[in-house]
């Protein structure tokens, strides 16, 4: 699957964007989605994940109750909306996708996604 992340930008903190990432060339409802990011010197980190069905969702702890994750097969699209945004949330951030078997759990190991898009910037001032 090719997976296109868009929807960056640079907001002033306090501020909300929504990405989106545009999945192609397999069925995008067998994967489970993920959203990471990673700013400059530091790894890559988790930030949302969201099983096929959209039965389960889960968020690092720096996000949650600020951003949403959500997905339409339908449209072959997952999305992050993040609202109330601050500055430590600077970053590359990248959509991923796993074709591992548990159709529930969320991996947050970005070890475990198999396919990656290429990433969009992120940019939150103070």
């Known amino acids: 699957v090719q997976l296109q992340a868009s929807g960056g930008g640079l907001v002033q903190a306090g501020g909300s964007l929504r990405l989106s990432c545009a999945a192609s060339g397999d069925t995008f409802s067998s994967y489970n989605m993920g959203w990471f990011r990673q700013a400059p010197g530091k790894e890559r980190e988790f930030v949302a994940g969201?099983?096929?069905?959209?039965?389960?969702?889960f968020y690092a702890d720096s996000v949650k109750g600020r951003f949403t994750i959500s997905r339409d097969n339908a449209k072959n699209t997952l999305y992050l909306q993040m609202n109330n945004l601050k500055p430590e949330d600077t970053a590359v951030y990248y959509c991923?996708?796993?074709?591992?078997?548990?159709?529930?759990?969320?991996?947050?190991?970005?070890?475990?996604?198999?396919?990656w898009g290429q990433g969009t910037q992120v940019t939150v001032s103070s």
């Open positions: 991923a996708a796993d074709s591992g078997a548990n159709a529930i759990v969320i991996i947050t190991n970005p070890n475990r996604y198999n396919y």
């Open positions: 969201i099983s096929r069905g959209s039965i389960s969702t």
